[in-house]
């Protein structure tokens, strides 16, 4: 079956987007999200915290690794880009997120280790276009 690709041009476009996602969402969900050095993964996750009704910071978990965000349902923001195996992601405990029991996950750079991804996972592509447009996609792993 062929993808659908949207393009989202625009900040507000994204946050439309990731709303879209959130109204969707329930614990045990889990989202990975794939795409260059700034296509939006964390944009991304910001805008669908809000939407889930979080205020605070979203920062990047580059070198946490992981944050929690207290929401609707806490949303665990996961970022693979630092790790180099994935007996450093089990080694962090995040595997404890895929899926979690009471949340949402969202892991940025899943595509560096997919088989991660538990059944009926959401991925999310996101590409660059040009410097406020984003091409998506997105599909389910079986
Ligand atoms: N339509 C758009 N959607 C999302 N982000 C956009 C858009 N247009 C411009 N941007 C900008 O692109 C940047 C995306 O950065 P972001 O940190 O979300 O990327 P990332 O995929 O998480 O990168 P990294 O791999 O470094 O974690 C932000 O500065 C954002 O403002
Ligand atoms: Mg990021």
Not at 90 to 116: C, H, M, R
């Amino acid at each position: 079956m062929a993808k659908k690709t949207e393009e989202l041009k625009g900040l507000e476009s994204m946050r439309r987007y990731a709303e879209h996602w959130a109204k969707n969402a329930a614990p045990g969900m889990v989202i990975g999200l794939v795409g260059e050095l700034g296509a939006g993964k964390t944009t991304f996750t910001h805008f669908f915290a809000q939407a889930l009704g979080y205020t605070g910071h979203t920062g990047s978990p580059t070198f946490t690794l992981s944050k929690c965000y207290r929401a609707q349902w806490p949303i665990y923001h996961i970022d693979c880009y630092r790790l180099n195996s994935i007996e450093a992601f089990v080694q962090a405990g995040l595997d404890a997120y895929l899926p979690s029991a009471d949340g949402i996950t969202l892991v940025e750079w899943v595509n560096k280790f997919p088989q991660l991804l538990p059944k009926h996972a959401t991925v999310i592509e996101l590409a660059i276009k040009d410097e406020d447009t984003r091409t998506v996609s997105s599909f389910k792993t079986e």
